[in-house]
């Protein structure tokens, strides 16, 4: 106050007339004590955290998440802002806003497959101390697997997603066939049906050159036994036998016409409609296809069933997982708002009624068999084996390239520019030389650090 | 000193004065961005470093030229430039020799013809992803029509059609732009010459060749230079119509670039790209100028 004082009579002595400026000088007090009065009060004010997420994942936020968080915790506010529909662009946008260096996103919204690279570039709070073991024990293990890196956690798993097969229970009943439990069996299983005339096209899948793909892949691969890049040892396994196998399946299935030519040009929505439209026997796709494919104006409602990804004969499959989670911006001005966010956010009662509210599969094993739950949705049971035999795409910080390397010769093998044995090694040596690159400036950057301590 | 070389020092100090600001300006958005990226090619800055610049010396210019990826899209650059720039040159002939012609409505013909090089690329290129569509795309509809043929083509899904796709796209986008260029070309070239040539007998196809062409011929070189290098580093068009597929066949350098900077964070590495692209297309920019100096001095 007396400080105020001081600047206030130093303002005075400046002006030139005493009359006017000892008005003006009161008139400055007053308002220097308002400040004073003010500053506190404003700092009290509730603290905003933004988050960025894709605009068609926001409704489920604004009904209930954001409104239920804000009641429990007065001084916080949640902002969800709405960005694109296409996810590679949301990615884009947090790149941007995290290479200017101050994120205006305290909560960090990640895809799966984003958080090494996020975490290796250093945008986010290691969040292994906030979170003891029995925090994570009621979470599925793969999806917390998901959101470490080098050991270290970076984020809490909101959402799940796995790849899973879609069949026609009623054509197989009506031919008197057994679900199948292998790719063999699908293939036989298509033929028979297409044979008789029963349905059009046996298999849909995702063969464009994109990210889906990718997942797609992960699962053949995984299911005759191979794997891609073994996040601890960095091994590439692309160019081993169980891959080229895995690629030559997917060919197979085209030009055995089990698989319409054009699979290697769609993306999810392309074989949902396809499949949807009663024009294929089986399809592999995410969760989210069961709630269309059992809308009322859907022509196979009721007629479609699930299970997770089968393998080759004689090898154990698995599901490519997906899905959403949460970290902490480092430059973040409110980490321990965030934390309380998250905790909320990935609670038993707020996932519940997301997953009432929206259909998203749970990050928490209990809620596949909850019965509220199940009474909405009844093939949640069968949906927590899908979940739990989930693969990993290769949580590696070059993640981005190595896919795209993939993409590239797994879609030049798909459309007959090259031989499967060729794509794989190629996409091999590629990939061999991208990870060894990373181990190298990793060395000598870890070699330059011990000189300059 | 004698007096009239003072007063042409003066001059020229002037003239000096007189240049500096654009000097400057050119400096701050032309030099500086492609000398930090010379300067950031010597480091490793990615997430290996912790996206920390570390001097490498030559190792991301040596990596370049074993990446075979980028040579594959430098080379689809090549084509796509080489072929779209041609045909754009030609049509664009074209039209400014129709739009030369005194006709009824022929101002508004003109602000017609300019109309696809006002739009924005993004907006056209969604426009011609729809023709290009193999179950509603307006282009298999007129073949199937046509008899021309029995099921639609997948345009966007095979490495030929697709890359015929975009240089359609791209020379109805930017013919109007050179057809400008070449037609103030044309308003200089005086009739006369014209009239003289025909009371010598000369028909208007050989006017054309001995007339309009060799004296066009600066307008072209411009325009051929301008649309070059902007052709090169065709971004926009090619992320919306086909992403770089199918198969990376239509990956340009400049998606391969951004790919590396913004998807990989290896910017060190993205930074070498962007100067030796730098530099190949000013040696090809060079080299184009230099082959028609030495064929106009020849003719002549």
């Known amino acids: 106050m007396l ?41 009290q004010q509730p603290v905003t955290l933004k988050l960025l997420m894709s605009a068609p994942d926001v409704p ?33 946008l947090y790149t941007t806003a995290f290479l200017l260096g101050d994120s205006p996103y305290d909560l960090v919204n990640m895809d799966i497959v984003w958080t090494p690279k996020f975490a290796a570039a250093g945008w986010l709070k290691d969040l292994t101390d906030e979170f003891s073991e029995q925090d994570l024990a009621a979470f599925s293990p793969s999806a917390i697997a998901g959101g470490r890196y080098q050991n270290r956690l970076y984020r809490l798993p909101t959402r799940s997603d796995a790849g899973m097969l879609y069949y026609r229970k009623d054509l197989l009943k009506a031919a008197g066939l057994e679900p199948p439990k292998t790719f063999e069996d699908v293939e036989r299983i298509s033929k028979t049906l297409q044979q008789q005339k029963a349905v059009r096209w046996g298999y849909l899948w995702q063969g464009k050159q994109y990210e889906g793909a990718a997942a797609m892949f992960v699962e053949v691969l995984q299911g005759f036994g ?11 396994g692309l ?38 439209n009663g024009e294929a026997a089986f399809l592999r796709n995410w969760p989210y296809a069961w709630s269309l494919l059992n809308a009322d104006n859907s022509p196979v409602k009721g007629k479609v069933g699930i299970m997770p990804m089968i393998p080759a004969a004689g090898e154990s499959g698995g599901s490519c997982l997906g899905g959403w989670g949460l970290g902490i911006s480092k430059t973040s001005k409110h980490p321990e708002e965030a934390l309380k966010a998250i905790r909320f956010l990935i609670g038993e009662t707020a996932q519940k009624q997301v997953v009432l509210d929206a259909g998203y599969v749970p990050t928490r094993e209990a809620l596949f068999n909850d019965a509220a739950i199940v009474a909405k949705y009844s093939h949640y049971p069968e949906l927590q084996k899908v979940v739990k035999n989930g693969v990993l795409r290769p949580p590696i910080a070059q993640y981005a390239q190595a896919s795209d390397i993939l993409q590239r010769y797994l879609s030049a093998a798909l459309t007959n520019q090259q031989s499967s044995e060729q794509a794989m090694k190629g996409a091999a040596a590629e990939t061999r030389r991208l990870v060894e690159a990373g181990r190298m400036t990793k060395g000598e950057l870890k070699t330059q650090n011990s000189k300059l301590q | 000193m004698t007096k009239p070389s003072t007063m042409r020092s003066q001059e020229q100090r002037t003239g000096l004065y007189l240049i500096l600001p654009a000097l400057v300006l050119l400096l701050l958005v032309f030099a500086y961005p492609i000398g930090r990226s010379l300067w950031l090619g010597f480091f490793a800055q990615n997430l290996g470093t912790e996206l920390k ?7 991301n210019y040596v990596r370049i030229f074993g990446d075979g990826h980028f040579w594959q899209t430098f080379g689809i650059t090549v084509r796509f430039t080489v072929l779209s720039v041609l045909l754009e040159v ?3 002939m074209g039209v400014a020799l129709v739009l030369n012609q005194t006709f009824r409505g022929r101002n508004v013909v003109r602000a017609i013809a300019l109309l696809p090089w006002a739009l924005p690329t993004a907006l056209i290129a969604l426009g011609w992803t729809w023709i290009f569509n193999d179950q509603y795309g307006i282009a298999n509809d007129i073949l199937l029509r046509l008899n021309l043929v029995q099921v639609g083509i997948n345009w966007l899904g095979e490495p030929f059609t697709a890359t015929l796709a975009l240089i359609v796209a791209d020379v109805w986008k930017t013919t109007p732009f050179v057809s400008i260029l070449l037609l103030a070309g044309l308003q200089t070239i005086p009739a006369d010459l014209y009239e003289a040539h025909s009371l010598e007998g000369a028909s208007p196809w050989q006017s054309f060749w001995t007339i309009t062409l060799p004296l066009l011929v600066p307008q072209i070189v411009v325009a051929t230079l301008f ?31 951004y790919a590396n900077a913004m998807r990989y964070l290896d910017f060190g590495y993205a930074s070498a790209l962007i100067v030796v692209t730098f530099l190949l297309l000013v040696i090809a920019i060079w080299l184009g100028s230099w082959l028609i100096r030495r064929s106009r ?4």
């Open chain 2, 297 to 300: 001095s020849i003719s002549e």
């Open chain 2, 90 to 92: 030609i049509f664009g």
């Open chain 1, 3 to 43: 400080f105020f004082a001081a600047i206030a009579r130093f303002l005075i002595s400046l002006m030139p007339s005493p009359k006017t400026s000892r008005r003006l000088g009161w008139v400055i007090l007053c308002l220097l004590t308002a400040l004073l009065v003010a500053v506190p009060v404003l700092s």
């Open chain 1, 226 to 236: 191979g794997f891609w890049v073994n996040p601890d040892t960095l091994a590439v």
């Open chain 1, 239 to 276: 160019d081993q036998p169980e891959a080229i196998r895995a690629v030559e399946f997917l060919r197979n299935t085209i030009s055995q016409g089990i698989s319409p030519p054009g699979v290697t040009t769609y993306v999810e929505e392309d074989t949902r409609r396809f499949f949807q």
């Open chain 2, 227 to 257: 649309r070059f290098a902007q052709a090169f580093g065709i971004f926009d068009l090619v992320q919306v119509m086909t992403g770089g597929g199918p198969g990376g066949s239509t990956e340009v350098v400049a998606l391969y670039i």
């Open chain 1, 60 to 92: 489920p936020w604004t009904n209930y998440l954001v409104k239920e968080f804000e009641a429990q915790n007065p001084g916080i506010r949640l902002q969800v802002i709405e960005g694109p529909n296409n996810v590679s662009l949301l990615e884009d």
């Open chain 2, 53 to 59: 610049p570390v001097f490498v010396g030559f190792s």
